[in-house]
């Protein structure tokens, strides 16, 4: 509808008030769907909100990863209490003129199931943030990887996933 | 003047469009689905009525156990029988092996048997036998193949799921997550109990 609008040859003044009105509507709507609080459908997702950092060039700075997980669901922690269970881990490319630390990983909660109480495994839910610690010569960078995380709900595990990732920062 | 005022305003918001929809575009990408239906759901085995093996004859397999003899559901005929599906990554799947293996036992009188089938592409049979070990399951264990998976989970991929089959060869219930041990118990007798003597 939109492209068939823009496609037109000849616009009058109506129809472009309203072309206007619609894609300052969509634009507004976007940014809604874009934000880490609002994902864009409720449906059984790991979210990765690429967002364009900026650090000081030259010196150790910290980048910030942000998740989020769907809601009902939760991913192992990076460190889940049990040997058998796939820990959430950022598998990270070199780059260039990009110095990579070892990613900081925030701690979990503790998560049992139902009919079995007494077994707490270490989990995220909702939103967390891994930290990257970094040395970026000055310049615009970045950074791809993984995250490899496995899900569960309240009763069923999943597959483990890798997410791709990709870290755009300005080191000025 | 004013025709090139609007044509600028026109550009400019289809321009600031076109990139929030790539960057929506990109954002989409990086999604990954991770099966919704039961997120959340009440503690309690999700019965599948809607899984097409329901009432169905159980699909025919052969799969290797971890000694790497092969295994076949015609094996198994004429008793009844749990096809649970598990994996190494799967922790409500390690809750009820234990249940599983208790009532293999208790009700071996009555011809039952359990099977255990590993959906874990990423390890290899020494974790697999590892963790059944640890779980003091002695019922069989056999790793699926893709075949086995679309015969029996029809796409889905959530854990821990059982067929259960009755003396006729027939799928009586198909249950998906984790449940109560009473639950599955009833299931078990329910399952023995069908088919006839």
């Not at chain 1, 008030?17 to 997702?45: C, E, N, R, W, Y």
């Amino acid at each position: 509808m939109k492209a068939t609008c823009l496609n037109r040859t000849r616009l009058t003044f109506a129809p472009i008030v309203s072309l206007v009105f619609i894609l300052a509507t969509t634009a507004h709507l976007g940014h809604a769907q874009l934000g880490m609080d609002a994902p864009a459908k409720p449906k059984s997702t790991v979210l990765y909100a690429a967002e364009p950092q900026s650090v000081p060039a030259a010196r150790s700075s910290l980048l910030e990863l942000r998740f989020q997980i769907v809601p009902g669901f939760h991913i192992n922690s990076h460190t889940p209490n049990s040997q058998f269970l796939i820990p959430t881990a950022l598998t990270l490319q070199p780059a260039d003129g990009v110095k990579l630390g070892a990613p900081q990983y925030p701690a979990g909660v503790p998560f049992s199931f139902p009919f079995d109480p007494g077994v707490k495994v270490d989990v995220y839910s909702g939103s967390f943030t891994v930290k990257l610690p970094v040395v970026a010569t000055a310049g615009d960078h970045a950074i791809d990887g993984t995250l490899k995380y496995q899900a569960c709900d309240n009763a069923s595990c999943y597959p483990p996933k890798t997410l791709p990732v990709r870290i755009v920062f300005t080191a000025k | 003047m004013m025709a090139a005022g609007i044509a600028l305003v026109v550009w400019s918001g289809w321009k600031n469009w076109s990139q929030r929809r790539s960057a929506m575009q990109a954002q989409q990408q990086d999604r990954v689905d991770l099966m919704p239906d039961n997120a959340g759901s009440a503690a309690s085995y999700a019965y599948t009525d809607q899984s097409p093996l329901r009432g169905k004859p159980a699909p025919a397999f052969t799969l290797l156990d971890l000694n790497g003899k092969k295994v076949s559901l015609s094996d198994f005929k004429g008793r009844p029988l749990v096809v649970n599906f598990w994996g190494t990554y799967c922790a409500p799947c390690k809750i009820e092996m234990p249940w599983l293996e208790e009532f293999s036992k208790k009700y071996a009188a009555d011809g039952l048997q359990v099977v255990g089938v590993t959906y874990d592409s990423e390890v290899g049979r020494d974790t697999i036998a590892r963790d059944a070990q640890q779980l003091g399951v002695t019922y069989p264990i056999l790793l699926s193949t893709p075949k086995a998976e679309k015969d029996y989970l029809s796409g889905t991929d959530a854990l821990p799921m059982s067929f259960y089959v009755d003396k006729t060869g027939k799928v009586i219930e198909v249950t998906a997550g984790l449940g109560s041990k009473d639950e599955l118990e009833s299931m078990v007798k329910e399952t023995i109990a069908s088919g006839g003597k």
